[in-house]
């Protein structure tokens, strides 16, 4: 499917741009429609919920979007993928937390993933006792806020939808201390590392380590782990996703996105090629702790 929140960005920006256009602020717009707030404008133009079908089709008529147009079919189409639900939306995973239940939205419609991790292993990518080893200790850590057992079942559900058939191209840069911290005990990091290396044959995975001894004197490390999300129609925005401690930092700004996809690039010049990175994680397996 489309991602939901994509076509809700995207909905979003081309909204906001035709009331510009139209020099109108919120509040002007608002005014030019039954039952318009600014509230509702600013709903609809910052992605905060899914929209009612209604109320666009009332700010297209404001703004002066003939009906039946071009403009008016594509912009009522992108309204009604935003509105659609996902399976991280079903009763059954509603434990996943809202923060993970947006990933599997990304992903649900990327068809291309660029990840950049410094510090683990990336959750599409963990083997299931990994996910559960951590979630042990995460749910130590945070006690009730956390519910392990449901955190786990999206997790794996969300590698499901990633490796489906047809699903999207991984490129991934991992640093070498997040192959060499031991995160879970031993006998199931050693399997962790064994199951990267055989990603590394997944015709959707292009997986990079950034050994320690690299030379950055001239590239600039980020300071957290961050996503880039790609989609087939290219009138959809690539998403940032920045992963932070409380709080995932979303963006479909191109000019905020730009400078995370150059230094990805920059990255995977240092980084090992794909045939080495992989030798690499199964001489750390091998080594073990």
């Known amino acids: 499917m489309t991602s939901p929140y994509v076509r809700r960005l995207r ?22 429609f039954a039952g318009g707030t ?8 910052t992605a905060a919920r899914k929209p009612d079908l209604g109320d666009v089709m009332k700010v297209l008529e404001a703004l002066g979007v003939e009906t039946g147009s071009g403009r008016w079919l594509s ?14 939306e079903k009763p059954a995973y509603s434990g996943m937390g809202a923060r993970q239940a947006l990933w599997a939205d990304l992903e649900a419609g ?6 950049y991790e410094p510090a683990t292993v990336p959750g599409v990518l963990q083997t299931s006792e990994f996910i559960h080893a951590r979630n042990e200790t995460v749910a130590a850590t945070y006690a009730g806020a956390f519910d392990a057992v449901a955190t786990a079942s999206g997790r794996l559900r969300r590698q499901e939808e990633v490796f489906r058939p047809g699903g999207p191209m991984l490129d991934v840069i991992l640093e ?43 590239v600039y490390l980020p300071r957290g782990p961050y996503n880039l999300f790609s989609f087939s129609d290219p009138n959809d925005p690539v998403v940032l996703l920045a992963d932070n401690l409380t709080a995932d930092v979303v963006s479909g700004d191109a000019d905020e996105v730009a400078p995370y996809a150059q230094l990805f690039d920059r990255l995977a010049e240092g980084a090992l090629p794909p045939a080495e990175s992989a030798a690499h994680i199964a001489k750390l397996a091998k080594a073990g702790w």
Not at 38 to 45: I, P
Not at 110 to 115: D, L, N
Not at 193 to 198: F, G, K, M, Q, W
Request: net charge positive; glycine share 6%.
């Open 75 to 88: 912009l009522v189409q992108v309204a009604r993928d935003g509105a659609e639900r996902g399976w991280w």
């Open 38 to 45: 600014r509230l509702k404008v600013s709903r609809l133009e």
């Open 110 to 115: 990327a068809t291309y993933i660029r990840m």
């Open 11 to 32: 909905l979003g920006n081309e909204l906001r741009e035709l009331r510009k256009q139209a020099g109108l602020t919120s509040e002007g717009l608002a005014q030019k």
């Open 176 to 218: 070498e201390q997040a192959l060499r911290r031991l995160a879970v005990p031993p006998a199931i990091m050693r399997a962790q590392l064994e199951h990267l290396v055989a990603l590394c044959e997944h015709e959707q995975v292009t997986l990079r380590v950034l050994p320690i001894e690299i030379d950055v004197v001239s």
